[in-house]
C-alpha cells in the first residue's frame, strides 16, 4: 500500500451538515477500498479560485492522507468524478 494525500475543492454553498456529510462520502470511498485514512480535515474555508470551476468563483478547500493500494486510485477517482458537490481532486503520492 502507497501512502497518498488528496486535496479536494468542493462547492462553497453547501450546508454545515452537508459538508459533514460529504466528507465522510470522501473518506468512506478510500475506506470501501481497503484503505486507511491517515487522517482528513476541513483545510480551508471559503476561498476564492483563480478562474472559475464549473461555474463556481469560490471553493472549500479539504484535505485527507491515506494508505491505499496503487490499483485502486483509478476507482476512487471516478467516484470522486461521479459527485456533483466536488468541483476539483489532486491526488498525489507521498514518498
Not at 501512502?3 to 466528507?23: G, H, W
Not at 496503487?70 to 481532486?89: F, Q, W
Request: proline residues 3%; without cysteine.
Amino acid at each position: 500500500m502507497n501512502k497518498y494525500e488528496a486535496m479536494f475543492i468542493v462547492k462553497p454553498e453547501l450546508s454545515e451538515e452537508e459538508r459533514k456529510n460529504l466528507f465522510q462520502q470522501i473518506d468512506d470511498v478510500v475506506t470501501k477500498n481497503h484503505g486507511v485514512i491517515a487522517q482528513s480535515a476541513l483545510w480551508a474555508e471559503k476561498r476564492k479560485l483563480f478562474f472559475p470551476i464549473k461555474k463556481q468563483l469560490e471553493g472549500v478547500y479539504y484535505l485527507s492522507s491515506f494508505s491505499l493500494d496503487p490499483l485502486a486510485i483509478k476507482d476512487i477517482r471516478h467516484a470522486y468524478n461521479l459527485n456533483e458537490n466536488i468541483l476539483r481532486v489532486l491526488i498525489t503520492k507521498l514518498e
